[in-house]
């Protein structure tokens, strides 16, 4: 069987490519689906993969938002894929199983079949680093390289102006003022309807980025563990802080709880682990959204109202004049576990052809942003690729992510945006807020998860428990309240369950991750 041919020079260029005249290898890979996704059989650029690589590749396609459930199944029960894809297995699954032999070590396999994908790890150490085991220094998985600085950060609070001017309020700049600006949305019918049908503030609750992860940050800390999956500890100039045992966090769960209370949050937002229902409400009609939190407004908001959602100046200031917003835990969005191969693979040349497809420029870039002539064009003929006009009643997003699958092995290297490539418009806007508005209070970050074996054995097991319970106890503190009374038993709890050997894991991790990611 033939091999793909030396990484082209740019994102112009076609690969060359040699495959075999022999009947396409087949093999089979998870696909997670999100919101927005459109069905991997019917994406040209993954159908272009399969031709340059002369393979077949059979999606098992499962919705991102229960895929954890399934994931544990499958592991435990050895009814493996061949390819673990998509970031279906994350670096705790990693550490525990690939030493086990679950996983195929891709050392040799990478330079023998894969020169492309070669070449962007002698590139980008730090690219490098997240694909290799700090176990057993072994490859076990490819990452995504698409550096986003404007990535770094973590959501962006959103008020709509025209109930603020209507109401003669302004964007609030602190805890009280928010709660004042909520209250005035939800009493005062500013939608005009005569109904009781506004929703002060909406969330998501499937990551950070939409959660309600920074407003704890108005009493120091921001903390992702309030979000599906999210991180309990943070990087504070380079230590790691166990957040829910801080009295910064009981603090702010009584200010959120009085929200909650009082139906300026809502309950069916906490408990809602996609953005469906988030991009639901801000769709209706007439508006009945005052506030929100997401990556990016265009992401959930129609195209119509996207100028009457304004970001907010500054991090609100929290009763003791805390202030800051969150960073991303990755490094300019070099992250992930984007690709694993199995043992149960017995293709395994093909799969690396396939994998090392990838990495060509051009076809990186159509993964990510979506396929050439369809999401992006060349209208210039200058080898520079534009955004293609969002057809009417799309989301940004629902285009984007129904023609290509986004968290998949790639390369896009920082100096290609502007060159091979427009930068994103969302980039362009978010750097700016970060790099002005934003720039003093970017003073914490989440922390990368970088364990070795016996970390990965630690934080699957004791470190576990110790989640779940803070994730059931949250939970009924933000909702139905109780901190006060019960959080010295809390604290004594979280003792015996061992949170000290916990954090300094999480500490081995952020020191390992800083030496590694140099």
């Not at 917003?325 to 052809?353: D, P, Y």
């Amino acid at each position: 069987e033939g091999q793909t041919a030396e990484p082209t020079a740019s994102a112009g260029q076609k690969p060359e490519t040699t495959v075999s005249a022999e009947e396409p290898a087949e093999f089979s890979a998870t696909f997670l689906k999100n919101d927005w996704h459109g069905d991997p059989n019917d994406m040209e650029v993954l159908k272009k993969l399969e031709e340059e690589a002369n393979v077949k590749v059979h999606w098992e396609i499962y919705p991102n938002a229960t895929w954890s459930e399934k994931k544990n199944l499958l592991l435990n029960s050895g009814d493996l894929p061949d390819v673990f894809y998509m970031n279906a297995v994350n670096a705790v699954d990693i550490e525990k199983y690939g030493p086990q032999g679950l996983f195929v070590d891709l050392t040799d396999l990478v330079p023998k079949y894969a020169p492309r994908l070669q070449a962007v790890l002698e590139d980008i150490p730090s690219f490098k680093a997240i694909c290799v085991s700090p176990t057993d220094g072994k490859m076990y998985t490819i990452a995504r390289a698409a550096e986003r600085p404007a990535n770094s950060l973590v959501g962006q609070m959103y008020f709509y102006k025209p109930w603020l001017d209507q109401l003669n309020l302004s964007i609030p700049t602190t805890s009280d003022e928010f709660y004042t600006v909520l209250k005035a949305f939800k009493e005062k019918d500013p939608n005009g309807n005569g109904q009781a049908d506004e929703l002060p503030f909406a969330f998501a609750n499937n990551s950070p980025d939409y959660s309600i992860s920074n407003l704890f940050g108005m009493f120091g800390y921001g903390y992702g563990g309030v979000a599906s999956n999210g991180s309990m500890f943070n990087n504070v100039d380079g230590e790691a802080v166990f957040v829910p045992g801080t009295e910064n966090f009981k603090e702010a769960v009584k200010y959120l709880n009085k929200l909650f209370q009082e139906e300026l949050f809502s309950m069916e937002d906490y408990a809602t682990v996609d953005t469906k229902l988030l991009n639901s409400k801000l769709h209706s009609d007439p508006v009945t959204v005052g506030s929100f939190i997401a990556f990016n407004s265009n992401i959930v908001v129609p195209a119509e109202r996207l100028d009457d959602y304004v970001r907010i100046e500054a991090p609100m200031k929290g009763p003791g004049g805390d202030q800051l917003w969150m960073l991303a835990a990755s490094k300019n969005n070099i992250s992930g576990t984007q690709f694993v191969m199995t043992k149960e693979a017995e293709n395994q040349e093909a799969i690396m052809r396939w994998l090392d497809a990838h990495f060509d420029p051009e076809t990186s870039i159509q993964l990510f942003l979506g396929p050439i002539g369809v999401n992006l064009l060349d209208q210039d003929n200058d080898g520079k690729l534009e955004y293609a006009p969002v057809p009417e009643g799309q989301s940004y997003s629902e285009y984007r992510y129904g023609n290509c699958p986004v968290h998949v092995p790639c390369v896009i290297q920082a100096d290609q945006w502007g060159k091979d490539v427009d930068v994103m418009e969302e980039d362009v806007e978010r750097l700016d807020y970060m790099q002005t508005t934003l720039k003093p209070y970017l003073k914490q970050s989440f922390v990368y998860n970088y364990p070795n074996a016996d970390e990965s054995q630690y934080m699957l097991t004791k470190g576990k428990d110790i989640n779940d319970y803070v994730v059931k106890t949250q939970a009924k503190w933000l909702t139905e309240g109780g901190i006060e009374e019960e959080w010295d038993g809390f604290l004594k709890k979280l003792n015996d369950m061992g949170i000290d050997e916990y954090t300094e894991i999480m500490q081995n991790q952020i020191d390992r991750f800083e030496e590694y990611g140099k």
